[in-house]
Nanobody, 123 residues
């Protein structure tokens, strides 16, 4: 199993940047695909980005492509989400997720989830 703890959320003005971190505890962090998802009030949870086990491959939602970057440091058991050029519509609770087998954008396929961190973008 793996336990996930997100950090780095907060309040930022539109056009600004934030970096989210997700620290994983447990063994063999590099054995997990890592993903970021988000959920805005009244909306379903949606895929943001995912990174493969070794970090050589990434996937992004069209809505964040070119603005967000996912990365991982397997030595530190941490995955990051660098968010630039933030928009009002990026406001949501951001969740980190992990799965040992699935590499993709379907939330239902990820087995492990963090508690979430709030990101609020203001005008």
């Amino acid at each position: 199993q793996v336990q996930l703890v997100e950090s780095g959320g907060g309040l930022v003005q539109a056009g600004g940047s934030l970096r989210l971190s997700c620290a994983a505890s447990g063994r063999t962090f590099s054995s997990y695909v890592m993903g970021w998802f988000r959920q805005a009030p009244g909306k379903e949870r949606e895929f943001v980005a995912a990174i493969s086990w070794g970090g050589s491959s990434t996937i992004y939602a069209d809505s964040v492509k070119g603005r967000f970057t996912i990365s991982r440091d397997n030595a530190k058991n941490t995955v990051y989400l660098q968010m630039n050029s933030l928009k009002l519509e990026d406001t949501a609770v951001y969740y980190c997720a992990a799965d040992p087998n699935f590499y993709g954008n379907s939330a239902r396929e990820y087995d492990y989830w963090g508690q979430g961190t709030q990101v609020t973008v203001s005008s």
